[in-house]
Nanobody, 121 residues
Framework: VQLQASGGGLVQAGGSLRLSCTAS????????MGWFRQAPGKEREFVAA????????YYADSVEARVTISRDNAKNTVYLQMNSLKPEDTAIYYC???????????????WGQGTLVTVSS
């Protein structure tokens, strides 16, 4: 499966962005999906995950209550709605896909190219 992330950009602190990740290839609904991010000089970190049936999600503590992951299996797309953005949210955001167990173990098999989010203070 190929993943294409989009929606990043420059936003002021307190603003919002919605990232999208569209998949092509094998049946999108078979995959658990996740979002990760990597800030300059830091390791990549988990942000959010959603199971393949769109019935369960979970989030990193650092973003919970400000971020919502969702998916539209008919459109082969997963979204990350980010609100109340902070400068520390600045990072390249990556979407990822994997088999259903990936929802629990975060061992994703497929990665998108990333989209840059910059939050100014």
């Amino acid at each position: 499966v190929q993943l294409q992330a989009s929606g990043g950009g420059l936003v002021q602190a307190g603003g919002s962005l919605r990232l999208s990740c569209t998949a092509s290839g094998r049946a999108f609904s078979n995959y658990a999906m996740g979002w990760f991010r990597q800030a300059p000089g830091k390791e990549r970190e988990f942000v959010a995950a959603i199971n393949r049936s769109n019935s369960s999600t979970y989030y990193a503590d650092s973003v919970e209550a400000r971020v919502t992951i969702s998916r539209d299996n008919a459109k082969n797309t997963v979204y990350l709605q980010m609100n109340s953005l902070k400068p520390e949210d600045t990072a390249i955001y990556y979407c990822a896909a994997g088999p259903p167990a990936t929802y629990y173990n975060k061992q994703y098999d497929y990665w998108g190219q990333g989209t840059l989010v910059t939050v100014s203070s």
